[in-house]
């Protein structure tokens, strides 16, 4: 097995040596800026001639854009980092050069035990490596992810970035699974160096927050037993649950009070992380992108995926993905505020008519 499946499997049998290679790497703003100036050097001229279509697919962590990016890459419609690209992540072309042809391991269920496989080849979301490499830390706050805006010269940087993986892929679309893209949000929508798409999904509130629970729980457990995996998922950017959650500063201060008293192991504290997170989305939303239902994407994914393509303009072969049943949450047992339940669903039924359309089976 490669060092990546190890290290995103976060179990317990990956070497001190894989360790403090990661460590040495993805962890490392010097490693990683000297890595990126040498495969610059290599290779950006050869490069440098495509003109990425960058997709960003986000929505708040267990809203299923994983399975969008999934779904997206197995049609072809576009190139994604993936598991392997750890962890050199800064010179694709150097890394695959060495690399050679390794071979790939038998997938196996991913550490959130939500029945989605994993092996190094499968598509990930470790773009936030670059934001924070490219721009520092100075958004990544003690409790909170702070909102921010690259420059023209970080959204230059991260272009080049982007030809430089498609080029070692041999595509012109790169496709981005980023929860923390609605940071920096603003930045993306009115720039003009990337041609640049928006995929955001949305999940009925109550099944979501439970999810988002349910997962914290998880990894706070694993991030006890595991002490790398804290490592790894600072590493990654990822603060949506575990030890070190933090939640999203958009600059409601009523909103940002509630989520600094509330207990995170109590189902409220996520019911108003879905009221933060999508309030935002709903005050920014564009007639440009597309919103995805998260029931949709389980019970039809593949009129879905169709509509998707059709969309954007993408040819892809006839779609023939496996529905799937997603959990069923009981309220009976969680104490929260009726009043912001309603008020969660009230918003989710207004995102909910902005949705991308599916056709009737009738």
């Known amino acids: 097995m490669g060092y990546s499946f ?13 360790q403090y290679l990661h460590r040495l790497s993805v962890g490392n703003p010097m490693f990683n800026e000297i890595s990126f100036d040498l495969e610059k050097s290599l290779f950006l001229a050869k490069s440098s001639s495509i003109n990425p279509r960058t997709i960003f697919i986000s929505g708040l962590a267990r809203s299923g854009t994983t399975a969008l990016l999934n779904h997206l890459v197995n049609l072809r419609i576009g190139h994604s980092l993936s598991y392997q690209d750890l962890p050199f992540l800064f010179m694709p072309n150097v890394a695959s050069n060495m690399r050679g042809n390794k071979k790939v391991s038998e997938p196996k269920e991913r550490a959130h035990g939500d029945n989605i496989l994993i092996n190094e080849e499968s598509p990930e979301a470790i773009d936030e490596i670059f934001w924070k490499n490219q721009i520092g830390e100075k958004y990544i706050l003690d409790k909170q992810m702070a909102l921010h805006e690259p420059s023209k010269s970080d959204l230059r940087e991260y272009k080049k970035f982007i030809q430089l993986h498609l080029f070692k892929a041999k595509q012109s679309t790169y496709l981005t699974k980023n929860n923390n893209s609605i940071l920096r949000m603003q930045a993306f929508m009115n720039q003009t160096i990337l041609e640049a798409h928006f995929l955001f999904a949305i999940r009925e509130p109550f099944a979501h927050a439970s999810s988002l629970l349910k997962q914290h729980i998880r990894f706070v457990d694993m991030h006890q037993k595991e002490a790398f995996s ?3 998922f600072d590493s990654l950017g990822h603060h949506e649950f575990g030890m070190h959650l933090k939640s999203f500063d958009l600059k409601d201060e009523a909103l940002n009070t ?9 189902l409220e504290y996520w019911l108003v992380t879905w009221l933060n997170y999508y309030q935002y989305l709903m005050a920014h939303f564009s007639p440009d992108w597309i919103l995805v239902d998260f029931n949709d994407l389980c019970g039809r994914p593949n009129e879905v995926m169709t509509q998707i393509a059709k969309m954007w303009d993408f040819e892809v072969q006839p779609v023939n993905i496996s529905a799937y049943q997603a959990p069923i949450y009981q309220s ?3 104490v929260f505020s009726e009043s912001l339940l309603i008020r969660c669903q009230q918003l989710y039924q207004k995102l909910k008519s902005l949705c991308l359309a599916i056709p009737s089976k009738e």
Do not use: D, G
């Not at 190890?6 to 894989?18: D, G, P, R, V």
């Not at 509630?258 to 109590?266: A, S, T």
């Open 6 to 18: 190890f290290i995103t499997n976060m179990k317990n049998n990956y070497s001190l040596f894989e």
């Open 230 to 232: 804290r490592t790894y």
């Open 258 to 266: 509630e989520l600094n008293c509330l207990n995170p192991l109590h």
């Open 332 to 334: 009976n047992e969680e």
